[in-house]
């Protein structure tokens, strides 16, 4: 945090310009104002009430405000004057503050500027305990939520299921919870490991908290742009607590690599309604700490651990790492890749599953037996099996055997799947395929259309054209379409499918 001398920075408060139709949303945002942020929100630690805040209380403070800076487009900065101040940390007995832990004021359009008190007891045991994770740290974003203009979740009666009031009450889908909102009274996780004064509390703006702050003050863009990667807690301590993830760009990983327990690694984002809206929890099994991940964010990866992991993917291209142990993998939407240490001959593959989903099962020594759900590609060291049959892989494959009459070789099959892959269309390749000198060789140069719709019967569907068929290709080179589509619609072709379905129904070999 900056620190500041004078006046000239601090922010006014403004009307409450947010609104939602979102009830989690709306719950959280106060209708009474927030701060206008085209200047700084700034804060000063006041040492003549209770007590004097020490460096370590300061610096707990400092990171609290950050956790919201880093999601919200609200900067902070210290002064040392309270006059200058927008919000007045101050130290409390526990008497002065009617035997409560904290409280703060919430900024209202019209109202002071000028020393809104965010007060907390120094006396309570969870004090004591201000680290990342830590009760008092929880505490400390908690009550910076309320100085941006954030209010409890069980406040009034829009939060879903929660009763005015009714602190305790987690609500509809239990989403009324500390591991969904930093706003709400229920701690941690419920019926999961219990959280302690020392670790297992939310030590960030979660879910919902992170889109009802950027709706108020719109969203940092510009946190957490590059390859990140997100370590699960593999064991309770100090520092160990629950994280939203914010994520503005790069590719991303959520890693148990070193977990020797069961974990669930879920890489989809919170969707802010319905049985999972405040989020999908990554963890490791028994620890009581881990991550959601904010709507808005993408991250791409997932690496397991040594014991039975369950993984699943969003609509991106993921890859998933299982490593040791009976793993479940299912990667949703997106062009995912489950990743093995092993080479294809020591892993032993089977399709028990021929839906449109696809489950594949895939045995090996040392990595145990894994499923695999909308898993299009599975790596290995010396080269990666595709199940996109009706992707890129297939697609590309069935070009080949239109175009050439051949089966593809390994090398230029995989060359121009990538090619694929990287976003090259499929007219584009056909196009490709039908100058170069191979195609010219079995098809000869310039012929007219007739004998071109002619050979591709010959070559791909080893048959004579009916005189529909030919009719019909004909009209259609005459209403516009390329050669390259025509080639296209014979690769796609029912007869073309059902003609090298044999071959590539068990995966394609890619090198």
Do not use: C
């Not at 890749?337 to 594949?360: E, F, H, K, P, W």
């Amino acid at each position: 945090m900056n620190a500041y001398w004078g006046e000239e920075m601090a922010a006014i408060t403004r009307a409450q310009t947010a609104s939602s139709s979102n009830p989690y949303l709306a719950a959280l945002i106060s209708p009474e104002g927030a701060w206008d942020t085209s200047t700084t929100v700034t804060y000063f630690f006041d040492d003549g009430q209770g007590k004097a805040w020490t460096d370590a209380e300061i610096a707990a403070i400092e990171a609290g405000y950050q956790t919201w800076a880093n999601v919200a487009n609200i900067t902070f900065t210290r002064v040392f004057d309270a006059g200058s101040a927008n919000i007045v940390n101050q130290l409390l007995t526990a008497v002065a503050l009617g035997g409560s832990e904290a409280d703060a004021q919430l900024p209202i359009n019209g109202g002071s500027n000028i020393g809104l008190q965010t007060r907390y007891n120094f006396e309570s045991a969870s004090w004591a305990q201000i680290n990342s994770g830590g009760d008092g740290f929880y505490t400390i974003v908690h009550e910076i939520g309320h100085s941006i203009g954030l209010e409890h979740t069980h406040d009034g009666t829009t939060f879903p299921g929660v009763p005015v009031n009714e602190d305790q009450n987690t609500g509809t889908n239990a989403q009324n919870q500390a591991i969904f909102s930093v706003l709400s009274y229920v701690v941690g996780w419920t019926g999961q490991p219990v959280p302690s004064l020392a670790s297992g509390q939310a030590a960030t703006p979660m879910a919902y908290d992170v889109a009802a702050v950027q709706a108020m003050y719109g969203a940092n863009t510009n946190y957490n742009t590059g390859n990140n990667t997100y370590t699960l807690f593999t064991a309770d301590g100090s520092g160990v607590g629950w994280t939203a993830i914010w994520d503005a760009g790069g590719t991303d990983t959520i890693t148990g690599a070193t977990a020797t327990s069961s974990l669930v690694i879920d890489l989809r984002e919170a969707p802010l309604s319905g049985e999972n809206g405040g989020g999908y929890v990554s963890w490791v099994n028994g620890v009581a700490g881990g991550y959601t991940i904010a709507n808005g964010v993408t991250v791409e990866n997932a690496i397991g651990g040594s014991a039975n992991d369950t993984m699943t993917g969003n609509s991106a291209a993921n890859q998933f790492t299982g490593n040791a142990g009976n793993d479940t993998m299912d990667g949703g939407d997106g062009l995912d890749v489950a990743i093995y240490g092993a080479t294809r001959a020591s892993v032993t593959v089977s399709i028990t599953d021929t839906t449109a989903a696809g489950t594949i099962t895939a045995t090996s020594a040392g990595l145990g037996t894994d499923t695999v759900t909308n898993i299009e590609r599975i790596q290995f060291s010396d080269g990666t099996l595709a199940f996109d049959l009706t992707g890129a892989a297939g697609q590309t494959y069935r070009l080949y055997q239109a175009a050439f009459d051949r089966t593809p070789d390994d090398a230029g099959l995989s060359h121009n799947v990538n090619l694929m892959d990287g976003g090259l269309g499929i007219f584009d390749m056909a196009a490709a395929f039908i100058a170069s000198a191979e195609f010219q060789q079995t098809y000869g140069e310039n012929v007219n259309d007739t004998t071109f719709i002619t050979l591709l019967y010959n070559n791909v569907l080893n048959r004579a054209p009916d005189d529909a068929g030919l009719s019909g290709w004909q009209d259609a080179i005459n209403g516009g379409q390329s050669r390259a589509q025509v080639l296209f619609g014979f690769s796609e072709s029912t007869e073309n499918k059902a003609n090298v379905s044999s071959a590539i129904d068990d995966g394609i070999w890619l090198v």
